[in-house]
């Protein structure tokens, strides 16, 4: 039976992911904030796999509190055999209106985050030549208006995973970026956007990003499971690929960006992001 230590398994890809994993056999950890005061999350799951599931709390931004939650699971478990480092939110705004506690925390959940675990697990990942998936997005790839910091967050993961890959390889660890496009996941639910500042001089961005966003949201979303069954079918891979692109938006996006010439794909970029950012109403 595998091991799986899964973060930010409260909503979205997490819980999926906990719930694929289960249903395969594996063990799985669920990791979170304050998770085990929250046990209605849970509840169906500890009673339908009683030996197969635990919960931790664990904030990826407490660096004591990761350090605890791995020990807690070394102890009981002795090694793990995945670590998927899912935890992480999106923060949207212009970078003049961001507020220095809203960078750095985006900085903090989505990269250091991911640093901190990955480095109290990676013992136990060595002990059972492991592997290691890190979400990324299609922001991890391609650079967005008003996305600045989570573009930066994402891009920072891809960096860090690209590196890890040939650090671990003689050590057995294998590393895999996810790159997840558009899912009916709660991420929308949960963005973060900027303070609402009327004199900035990013008000008609704004406006018309948040207006392309929500109608982007009410089209019909690709289903999500579709990245959690995608992750477990890798899982159980011999060999990982370096990443693994999910979502016909993020796929196209992937193709664009890698496969164009620089100056045709910026040119096309801009003269799309125009029209959609500068667009004033009629």
């Not at 705004?93 to 901190?116: C, H, K, P, S, W």
């Not at 159980?236 to 960006?257: E, T």
Request: contains cysteine; glycine residues 8%.
């Amino acid at each position: 039976m595998r091991k799986v230590v899964i973060t930010g398994a409260t909503s979205g890809f997490g819980k999926l992911l906990v719930d694929a994993f289960l249903k395969n056999g594996d063990h799985v950890i669920a990791t979170g904030r304050n998770i085990n005061s929250r046990k209605e999350l849970f509840e169906t799951e500890r009673l339908k796999y009683p030996k197969q599931f635990l919960e931790v709390d664990l904030d990826v931004t407490l660096k004591e509190q990761v350090k605890l939650a791995a020990e807690t699971i070394g102890q009981k478990l002795g090694s793990i055999d995945i670590l998927i480092n899912n935890a992480g939110f999106g923060l949207f705004g212009a970078l003049e209106d961001l507020q220095d506690n809203e960078i750095r925390n985006q900085m903090e959940v989505n990269f250091f985050g991911t640093v901190e675990v990955t480095r109290a697990f990676l013992p136990m990942l060595r002990i059972s030549r492991g592997k290691i998936f890190n979400f990324s997005s299609v922001f991890g790839f391609m650079g967005f208006p008003l996305t600045s910091l989570y573009c930066a967050s994402k891009y920072a993961v891809e960096g860090l995973t690209e590196s890890l890959r040939s650090e671990l390889a003689p050590h057995g660890v294998q590393v895999c970026l996810i790159e997840p496009g558009g899912y009916r996941t709660n991420f929308g639910k949960n963005l973060s956007w900027s303070q609402n500042n009327p004199a900035s001089i990013y008000g008609l961005q704004m406006k018309n990003y948040r207006e392309l966003h929500d109608k982007l949201s009410k089209k019909k979303p690709q289903e999500p499971s579709e990245v959690s069954e995608g992750v477990l079918l890798l899982s159980l891979r011999n060999k990982l690929p370096m990443r693994k692109v999910f979502g016909k938006d993020a796929k196209m996006s992937y193709i664009m960006k890698n496969f164009l010439p620089n100056g045709f794909y910026f040119l096309m970029m801009d003269t799309f992001l125009k029209k959609i950012f500068m667009r004033r109403a009629v």
